[in-house]
């Protein structure tokens, strides 16, 4: 475990990176997303933040915190619906219009909820979107801009900062004896959707598609977080969710991560250089975590709450042998190709 005295530590120190890190939030407006941006006002020297969201009042109320933390910080509200890619790709164009590079992109969005498949008008289940294909979209949107952070001749080469960072769960799939699995003969769950085969393809295919982005981009680095257990907004979709959240969060808070450690801790997973990209990370000695393909250093890591990356898994092991890295870019690929650029439903 990487105590806390260490992740403050280190962050502290962040006011040394260059002025200006430009700091992308999807799902900003609440939860960890939004702690872990008021972790960057906090820390860091006149940052560009943008927060993706669709509530203005909650997003009215993180500008102002952000303000009064930092008056050098420069907050962007960007409102818009993800759940379908086409408004993630409009939203996409606005910031890649403004800016020319991105440090960090911040990804948290979804809900819990207890109905089932959700289509939305693009095919797509609009829970397996929110955890998995909006983010994935905004990756590959933003990778340019992503790259020219990592290249950028202005920064010291030490001092630069590309990562994607995308807060799920990692393991969910093999937690309480689940299996690992994926469904390759239907990974958008359209014949065959559960809200359990939800939750693990949404954590599967976001571990194996970051895994595959390392390989191909390797100036930047990808983690894939689980937060543990953090009191947020995140029932407020079940029924009676603020009820049961006012009532499980005192019984429950010894075991919960509190929101603000939350962030601090994953701005640590956002910047520390325990989590190189792959061009940085090989061969290098030290203090570097193993990548999720169990190589030191590859530029893609499955982080657990405590900073630690999460031990090797047979069962996963077993899935990423069945080619799970290609299939599942292959099938994401196809998804944006049919939805994105020719506007059809899928499939
Ligand atoms: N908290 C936990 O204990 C826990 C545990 C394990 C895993 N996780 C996972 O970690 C992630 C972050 O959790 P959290 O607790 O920070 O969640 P949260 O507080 O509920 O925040 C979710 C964010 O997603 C945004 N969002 C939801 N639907 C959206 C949509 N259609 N379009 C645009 N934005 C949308 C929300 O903003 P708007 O409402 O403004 O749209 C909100 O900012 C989630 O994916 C969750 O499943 C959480
Ligand atoms: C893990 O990924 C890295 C980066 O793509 C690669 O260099 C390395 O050979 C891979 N390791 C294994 C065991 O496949």
Redesign the pocket.
Known sequence: MVNLRTVQAHNAALKSLAPGIVAVFVGGTSGISLSTALAVARHTSSPKIYLIGRSQIAADTAIASMKTINPSAQPTFLQTDISLLKNVDSVCAEIAAKEKRLNLLFMTPGYLTLKGRDETAEGLDRKLVLHYYARMRFVANLLPLLTAAAQDASVDANARLSRVVSVLDPHVSVRAGGSGTLDFSDLSLKHTFSLNKCGAHASLMGDFFLEGM??RHPHTSFVHTYPSGVATGVMRELPLGRVLSAVLKPLLSTFLVPVQESGERHLFAATSGRFPP?AEGDGVQGDVAV?S???KG??CYWVSWDGEVFPANEKLEKTRGEDAVVKVVQHTEEVFKRVCDEGKTYP
Do not use: I, P, R
Request: glycine share 34%; charged share 10%.
């Open positions: 390392a390989q792959k990548g393909n169990g190589t590859s530029g």
